[in-house]
């Protein structure tokens, strides 16, 4: 639902100290010791808290504590606390205001979008209460307005959570959206939360297009509950523009050099809305708007009804405003939200720095003294800001080693176990109690409890794309990743503490198969861990010289895949195992082959990974036919399917239609879709009850011989075809973000129930014939910061949308494999049984 806002939740400076004394002012106080400074959240300072003067009474609103952050902010979150001073004081606001504003001048009224203005506050002078805004604003100022009904003394200390508005936007003016008639229902389109002045046109504010939320695909449909159809959206139709366009304008805080603007457009062509056919972008810099315009015309894809995207090129223009004109393409045109961006050098990214001023005993400037402009000084000075440039960066190198060493000793903890927060779903509220210090072994399972850990609050917070890389495993595989064959902890459902001190939440033994990419792609339980030490490799050891080189299909850290023939494979194999092909011809076969310069460790994991797929049999998981690890390189050598892998099999076919004659492209019909994903649930159901975990299941890693035959198999990570759907950590290791579970990518554990959704991200691919990849309109962070939607579980989670091809029944399918709790999620054996009956 939300792109990179939805973790723009940072606090700002009030507790942390960033936010300067001169910042903070308000309308009066009670004493000095009740000053405006000491209006901080979680500080004990003075009197421990802001003070009016006088008692503030019902429908006052003359009190107020404001507070300047320097720059435009995108403010997403509130905390408030009363005045506690260790147990002397008991004053606190239960009720409170916002007002905010831009440039200082002009102060707008703070409503929720059901336009409710007052925000409930605190019931106790010592717990903090935090409140989403929603919507969020965008200001420089903000002030706090103690509410009451009733006269009473009021205290107040405050933070403001959110990041720094880069998009440099302070309004834009454009025309009021409309309303649409439908047989069925009216959808209005207005601007609901715009805060400016809304007469014919829209001017001098932000809104819905600023807000962080884009639309759904269904317009009618929306992120928000109980509010009307279209809510999510700002439309317009052709019939209220003879010139066939719409005109927007955008007024930036100061002359910015623009990239690219992105508009997310509705594209529901049933009801006659699409993508706007061409923009037609005018520019000005000081007080003239330039000659020449920006001409931009979209590729608007006829078959796709999704909502989306549409990245305009803004070519480095100079601008403090940018004036468009969107040309319709059909009746409606639909927008829910407009980004910019801007050269990085023209940002600034921090705060403005605090004023200061000389110490008092500080004597004037001597305006006799002579400034020493002598050559040597500056060279000296050149000098001595080289070594200091030197030693900074040995310093840097010593502390990184360090530091990745420490990596792999960080703790789970997604935040400080002092810091617990009471969750209330309903009225977006959460408390925080600081006097109850306590520790205990919780468990690793979803729980019922109102206490969860949640991102924002803690000071030492950071984004979950931060903090993946500090969890055990992804810091292991971001090191060497040779440097363990295993990883953690014993079978267990709840946490455990291993020797150092550090939580494991793994629920087995992982092996980490480093093959020929440096990546684990099956994990085993430590009950089946005794295969290990049984016999050695059930396969026998082929000679190379048979091997004839066809293709190169990938590399990785360790080794490459080749696409080889096979001469004479018939006779090295067992009774049981037919090939297709008549024995006088050779077979097609994968080669993974190791580097024969790769370390110990990496040789040692390359052999327990032929021990281990030696003993996988199963006609839809791909089999070790033979090996060479007599001598360098080793070599493991599998079965390759003629078809190649399912991702680019699909890519190449359509669906049955109309839409596959005219393009004469090669079609697959629903019913064969529903074959090969029955036979990818048939092998992961026999994988999960060996207890493997796959962790890299995709269309990438299934590939497709006869008769649609699919085995599933572990090369995409080692194609550079696929590199796009990798999330590199720290520049070497890579996960599959996007087909991986929450508790996977933010706890880092693989289980069976992070295959199955997995599982179906892949169905997901299967019908939409692999033309899109996973969650194709967000980043790899928002995919990431996604994740932790899941984490909070406050029903904000971005899922992938129902695709055309799929049914009701198995869409409901796909949705309970990415149910939060891992036990709610079905098991393969009830994915292919339910996959089966679906079959024509």
Same mark, same amino acid.
């Given at each position: 639902r939300k /792109?990179?806002?939805?973790?723009?939740?940072?606090?700002?400076?009030?507790?942390?100290?960033?936010?300067?004394?001169?910042?903070?002012?308000?309308?009066? /106080?009670?004493?000095?010791?009740?000053?405006?400074?000491?209006?901080?959240?979680?500080?004990?300072?003075?009197?421990?808290?802001?003070?009016?003067?006088?008692?503030?009474?019902?429908?006052?609103?003359?009190?107020?504590?404001?507070?300047?952050l320097r720059s435009l902010h995108f403010i997403t979150l509130v905390g408030t606390q009363g005045r506690h001073a260790g147990g002397i004081g008991n004053e606190f606001a239960q009720m409170y205001k916002i007002k905010y504003s831009r440039d200082g001048s002009r102060w707008i009224s703070w409503r929720n979008r059901q336009g409710k203005q007052v925000i409930e506050g605190n019931r106790n002078a010592y717990d903090i209460v935090l409140k989403d805004l929603e919507p969020p604003i965008i200001a420089r100022f903000v002030r706090f307005m103690p509410v009451t009904d009733h006269s009473m003394n009021v205290c107040m200390r405050v933070e403001l959570y959110g990041c720094e508005w880069l998009d440099g936007l302070v309004s834009y003016n454009a025309p009021a959206g409309e309303q649409m008639n439908l047989p069925a229902k009216s959808v209005y389109l207005n601007d609901s939360v715009y805060d400016g002045a809304i007469i014919h046109s829209m001017t001098e504010g932000l809104g819905q297009l600023t807000d962080g939320v884009f639309g759904l695909d269904n317009f009618m449909m929306s992120h928000v509950y109980n509010v009307w159809p279209g809510y999510?959206?700002?439309?317009?139709? #052709?019939?209220?523009?003879? =010139?066939?366009?719409?005109?927007?304008?955008?007024?930036?805080?100061?002359?910015?050099?623009?990239?690219?603007?992105?508009?997310?457009?509705?594209?529901?062509f049933v009801h006659h809305v699409k993508a706007f056919r061409q923009v037609v972008c005018y520019f000005r810099s000081e007080s003239d708007w330039e000659a020449t315009p920006l001409s931009f015309s979209p590729v608007v894809d006829e078959t796709n009804p999704s909502a989306r995207f549409v990245t305009i090129n803004l070519a480095n223009h100079m601008a403090s405003a940018i004036k468009c004109q969107f040309y319709f393409?059909?009746?409606?045109?639909?927008?829910?939200?407009?980004?910019f961006q801007s050269d990085t050098a023209m940002y600034n990214t921090t705060l403005a720095p605090p004023k200061t001023g000389l110490p008092p005993n500080t004597p004037p400037d001597d305006p006799t003294h002579k400034v020493d402009d002598s050559n040597t000084r500056i060279l000296i000075g050149c000098l001595v800001a080289i070594i200091f440039i030197?030693?900074?960066?040995?310093?840097?190198?010593?502390?990184?080693?360090?530091?990745?060493?420490?990596?792999?000793?960080?703790?789970?903890?997604?935040?400080?176990?002092?810091?617990?927060?009471?969750?209330?779903?309903?009225?977006?509220?959460?408390?925080?109690?600081?006097?109850?210090?306590?520790?205990?072994?919780?468990?690793?399972q979803e729980s019922n409890s109102t206490y969860e850990r949640i991102f924002p609050l803690g000071p030492d917070y950071q984004e979950p794309s931060r903090l993946?890389?500090?969890?055990?495993?992804?810091?292991?595989?971001?090191?060497?990743?040779?440097?363990?064959?295993?990883?953690?902890?014993?079978?267990?459902?709840?946490?455990?503490?291993?020797?150092?001190?550090?939580?494991?939440?793994?629920?087995?033994?992982?092996? #980490?198969?480093?093959?020929?990419?440096?990546?684990?792609?099956?994990?085993i339980p430590a009950v089946t861990m005794d295969l290990l030490s049984g016999k050695d490799v059930a396969v026998e050891e082929f000679p190379r010289k048979l091997l004839t080189f066809k293709e190169k299909l990938g590399e990785g850290q360790f080794g490459e895949v080749h696409l080889c023939e096979a001469e004479g494979m018939q006779e090295f194999m067992n009774k049981e195992f037919l090939f297709d092909i008549p024995e006088d011809q050779p077979v097609l076969v994968a080669v993974k082959m190791l580097r024969s310069d790769a370390n110990k460790n990496a040789r040692n994991d390359f052999l327990k990974e032929i021990k281990i797929m030696s003993r996988l049999k199963d006609p839809n998981i791909i089999r070790l036919l033979a090996v060479c690890i007599y001598s360098d390189p080793l070599c493991m050598i599998t079965e390759y399917m003629e078809n190649g892998d399912l991702n680019?099999?699909?890519?190449?076919?359509?669906?049955?239609? /109309?839409?596959?004659?005219?393009?004469?492209?090669?079609?697959?019909?629903?019913?064969?879709?529903?074959?090969?994903?029955?036979?990818?649930?048939?092998g992961m159901k026999y994988l999960s009850s060996l207890n493997f975990v796959h962790r890299d299941l995709a269309t990438r890693n299934c590939l497709v011989g006869k008769n649609y035959t699919i085995k599933i198999a572990d090369f995409g990570m080692s194609r550079n075809l696929y590199s796009g759907d990798y999330y590199r950590i720290q520049g070497r290791a890579v996960l599959p973000i996007r087909w991986m579970s929450w508790e996977s990518i933010l706890l880092g554990k693989f289980t069976t129930a992070s295959d199955v959704w997995a599982f179906a991200v892949t169905l997901w691919e299967i019908l939409n014939f692999c033309k899109e990849q996973p969650y194709s309109q967000l980043t790899d962070?928002?995919?990431?910061? #996604?994740? =932790?939607?899941?984490?909070?579980?406050?029903?904000?989670?971005?899922?992938?949308? /129902?695709?055309?091809?799929?049914?009701?029944?198995?869409?409901?399918?796909?949705?309970?494999?990415?149910?939060? #709790?891992?036990?709610?999620?079905?098991?393969?054996?009830?994915?292919?049984?339910?996959?089966l009956d679906m079959e024509p």
């Open positions: /792109q990179h806002f939805c973790v723009c939740r940072y606090p700002l400076g009030m507790s942390g100290g960033q936010i300067q004394d001169e910042d903070i002012s308000a309308s009066s /106080q009670w004493s000095e010791s009740t000053a405006a400074r000491y209006g901080r959240l979680d500080f004990e300072e003075g009197d421990g808290a802001w003070c009016p003067e006088i008692t503030v009474e019902p429908d006052s609103l003359k009190e107020f504590l404001q507070i300047d999510d959206y700002v439309g317009w139709t #052709n019939e209220s523009f003879p =010139g066939g366009f719409v005109e927007i304008m955008f007024e930036f805080d100061r002359t910015r050099n623009f990239t690219t603007m992105k508009v997310h457009c509705n594209n529901m393409a059909d009746a409606w045109m639909l927008f829910s939200e407009i980004t030197l030693v900074a960066i040995i310093v840097i190198i010593l502390w990184r080693q360090v530091w990745q060493k420490m990596l792999e000793k960080a703790s789970r903890r997604m935040l400080d176990d002092e810091l617990t927060a009471s969750l209330s779903i309903q009225s977006e509220t959460f408390i925080y109690n600081h006097n109850h210090n306590h520790s205990s072994t919780t468990s690793e993946i890389c500090k969890l055990p495993e992804f810091a292991q595989s971001s090191e060497e990743p040779a440097s363990s064959s295993t990883a953690a902890s014993k079978s267990t459902t709840t946490t455990t503490v291993g020797p150092d001190g550090v939580p494991h939440y793994a629920e087995a033994d992982i092996v #980490n198969l480093q093959g020929v990419t440096g990546s684990n792609t099956y994990a680019q099999f699909l890519s190449r076919h359509e669906p049955e239609g /109309q839409l596959a004659l005219l393009s004469n492209a090669p079609t697959v019909s629903f019913g064969n879709l529903c074959y090969m994903a029955t036979q990818i649930a048939s962070e928002q995919v990431i910061e #996604n994740t =932790g939607e899941f984490f909070r579980d406050q029903k904000r989670q971005i899922y992938l949308p /129902q695709p055309v091809l799929c049914p009701d029944s198995l869409y409901k399918v796909m949705l309970s494999c990415w149910r939060r #709790n891992t036990k709610e999620r079905p098991s393969f054996q009830e994915i292919h049984r339910a996959l």
